[in-house]
């Protein structure tokens, strides 16, 4: 039984992120990719060379290629996820895109949750993931003039893909 005190709770640490971080995404098989932290932007975004949508057991699903290291299009990861929508969705250059949405945990440092992300071709941008404003959560800030708050990951762990 819960009963009523003076005492103040602990304070929780939020978790503060720089505007670039080293992230996971483990069910996708992706342990490093370096993702730009915005909060102009509403939705996440990953890269994906390709996406191709199928069923699987009546469950709508999308298989899709990432070369999660910049500039490196010999390594490559296929993945696979379920399929929770299809959105139109604004760039930051202001075309209109439809992009297929997955859901799938994100890892930041001993930090996990689930985010929803849409799946495009950012082969021309420097980060193949954008974290958007509906990624970051509760108890998640974000320091504009910091990068690599949260610890060092690093591409040498897609050596030998």
Do not use: C
């Amino acid at each position: 039984m819960l009963r009523r005190t003076n005492r103040l709770l602990p304070a929780v640490t939020p978790l503060i992120l720089g505007w670039e971080e080293w992230i996971a995404l483990p069910e996708l098989g992706l342990p490093a990719i370096k993702a730009k932290v915005d909060t102009g932007a509403r939705t996440s975004a990953l890269h994906a060379s390709f996406v191709e949508p199928f069923t699987y057991k009546r469950q709508r699903r999308v298989r899709f290629g990432v070369h999660p290291v910049p500039r490196r299009n010999e390594i490559a990861v296929v993945s696979t996820a379920r399929l929770v929508d299809r959105r139109e969705v604004r760039s930051s250059n202001g075309e209109r895109e439809q992009r297929y949405v997955i859901e799938t945990p994100i890892r930041i440092g001993s930090f996990e949750w689930p985010i929803e992300v849409t799946l495009t071709n950012r082969d021309t941008m420097l980060y193949r993931m954008l974290l958007g404003r509906q990624a970051i959560g509760a108890g998640v800030l974000v320091d504009p003039s910091s990068s690599f708050l949260q610890p060092k990951l690093g591409y040498r762990v897609y050596d030998g893909k």
